[in-house]
Nanobody, 114 residues
């Protein structure tokens, strides 16, 4: 498995929007976005099953939207109404996540600050 390549992060003001993209080597039944803030464990942000079902934790529900393009092995995350607590490095991968750290990409940094 080749590591995914995430992109689209950056610095944005509170209330702003960003769209993240992920190029994966292949598509899995369930793909997901994760994030890790400094000093915290990696957490699940959104999942997207190949049949269309999506899930979100309460912390991002109504603000984030996950989508995928299976033919292109690409995963997206539209993030609106961003808050400072959304600041983290964002990663994409399959869900459940792989056991080895070797299968994680570099992630993309999202910083929400005024």
């Amino acid at each position: 498995q080749v590591q995914p390549v995430e992109s689209g992060g950056g610095l944005v003001q509170p209330g702003g929007s960003l769209r993240l993209s992920c190029a994966a080597s292949r598509t899995f039944t369930i793909m997901a976005w994760y994030r890790q803030a400094p000093g915290k464990q990696r957490e699940l942000v959104a999942t997207h099953a190949v049949w269309g079902t999506t899930t979100y934790p309460d912390s991002v529900k109504g603000r984030f939207t996950i989508s995928r393009h299976n033919a292109k092995n690409t995963l997206y995350l539209q993030m609106n109404s961003l808050k400072p607590e959304d600041t983290a490095v964002y990663y994409c991968n399959k869900h459940p996540p792989p056991d080895s750290n070797d299968y994680w990409g570099q992630g993309t940094q999202v910083t929400v600050s005024s």
